[in-house]
């Protein structure tokens, strides 16, 4: 599968609403400590939505919501690797992608098959406390090396400029978070990643 470069990531459906029309056409919605059913229905407009649009929607770890409201695509963290069914996820035609941050958890992210692998945080993150250290460039390059044609997506302290030596060091996707969300102007925020990338990759 070929995944556009530009991948953020946004807390709830207003934000999708918000910037999507500006050109994003694959993105993440990441929803943490909300109802089951407060999920549900975030994930439900965001789909109609990104398919008014053209665009991809990656549900974050809610892979049974994904299934039961018919979404294309759901990333899954290591921690909920454990409990997700991979085979029916594969069953409903379901692309998904891992998180990795070390080399035992790209072995169990490779055994799987998936669409994409993400590695993280490539620098410094404030998105949430974490036990990993920025992983740099230069792993970048050795992730890529080992994955092969699997797309490799890098997260982590992102900002357009950082973008570019991602793309130069073997990733294939750049996916954003707080570089957007915390912007004075997230709007042109994102303009200013969609504008990047299209000169630069």
Known sequence: MILNKFYPIFENYNWLKSLLPIGIKFVQLRIKNQPVEVIRQEVKKAQIFCRTYGAILVVNDHWEIAIDEKCDFVHIGQEDLVNCDIKKLKLNNI????????????EKALVNNPTYVALGPIYPTILKKMKWKKQGLKKLSEWKKQIGKIPLVAIGGMTPL????AFNA????VSVVTDITLNSDPTLRTKEWLETIKKNV
Do not use: C, P
């Open 95 to 106: 692309s998904f992608g891992i998180s990795t941050h070390d080399q035992n958890e790209l």
């Open 162 to 165: 950082r973008s570019i030596k």
């Open 170 to 173: 073997g990733a294939d996707v």
